[in-house]
């Protein structure tokens, strides 16, 4: 996991409140990305950015929301929009040198609905 | 949309045995790539193999790429407990800006 951090390991949300999820990562990559991981299933992307102030959104965006102030930053806020939160989030970050294809993960956080 | 698909959905085997597991995709591809998550933790990069190349070893792991047949596999040798866990492959999106992931094989070894 090294490298990028995730909070809170666990969350709680309440019905039809936004949480945010912080993904900080001090690998000085340019890329980061936020994944979505249910049960028994792979990873679906929700955003992703490859730049400060930009960023994209991925397969599974809506009820999402992302901000890139900072090249450090990648965090991502579950809105009261999205009817089923529960989930494994994943963040992870990518270089654009060396091994410019691998994705470093975080460690995650679990979103559980009260 | 998930490009990536592993087979089989699980697999339990012994230690000491090998395990394989297979993953096919649908478009064209830059590079194929594979991924372990162990229970509730984040993914760790294991190997990337590029479309130009056919094998790649690393350690007691060995992928195979055939582009031909859209599929790949990855060998891993001599299994101990601690490999216990979910293999993804995943693949380069049309731009390589992205990864698309499978669904996963999870590897149970039984010592």
């Known amino acids: 996991d090294g490298g990028i951090t995730q909070s809170p390991k666990y969350l709680f949300r309440k019905e039809g409140q936004n949480v945010t999820l912080s993904c900080e990562q001090n690998?000085?990559?340019?890329?980061m990305y936020w994944y979505r991981q249910d049960p028994g299933q792979g990873l679906r992307l929700i955003y992703y950015?490859?730049?400060?102030?930009?960023?994209q959104k991925g397969d599974i965006a809506e009820g999402y929301s992302v901000s890139r102030e900072k090249k450090e930053s990648f965090p991502l806020t579950v809105t009261s929009a999205q009817k089923n939160p529960t989930a494994f989030y994943l963040c992870?970050?990518?270089?654009?040198?060396?091994?410019?294809?691998?994705?470093?993960f975080g460690p995650g956080t679990r979103l559980l609905v009260l | 949309s998930q490009q990536g698909e592993e087979d089989p959905q699980a697999l339990s085997i012994q230690e000491g045995e090998n395990a394989t597991m297979n993953c096919s995709y649908k478009?064209?591809?830059?590079?194929l790539q594979w991924y372990r998550q162990n229970s509730g933790r984040g993914l760790v990069h294991l190997i990337l193999?590029?479309?130009?190349?056919r094998e790649k070893h690393s350690g007691r792991l060995r992928v195979t790429l055939d582009t031909s047949k859209k599929s790949s596999s990855l060998l891993i040798t001599a299994s101990r407990a601690a490999d216990t866990a979910s293999y993804f492959c995943?693949?380069?999106?049309?731009?390589?800006?992205?990864?698309?992931f499978g669904a996963g094989t999870i590897l149970r070894v039984k010592s």
């Open positions: 193999i590029r479309s130009n190349e």
């Open positions: 995943a693949t380069d999106g049309e731009y390589g800006n992205k990864l698309v």
């Open positions: 950015s490859q730049i400060v102030n930009d960023f």
């Open positions: 992870a970050s990518k270089g654009l040198t060396g091994p410019q294809e691998t994705q470093y």
């Open positions: 690998l000085n990559h340019d890329a």
């Open positions: 478009t064209s591809i830059n590079n």
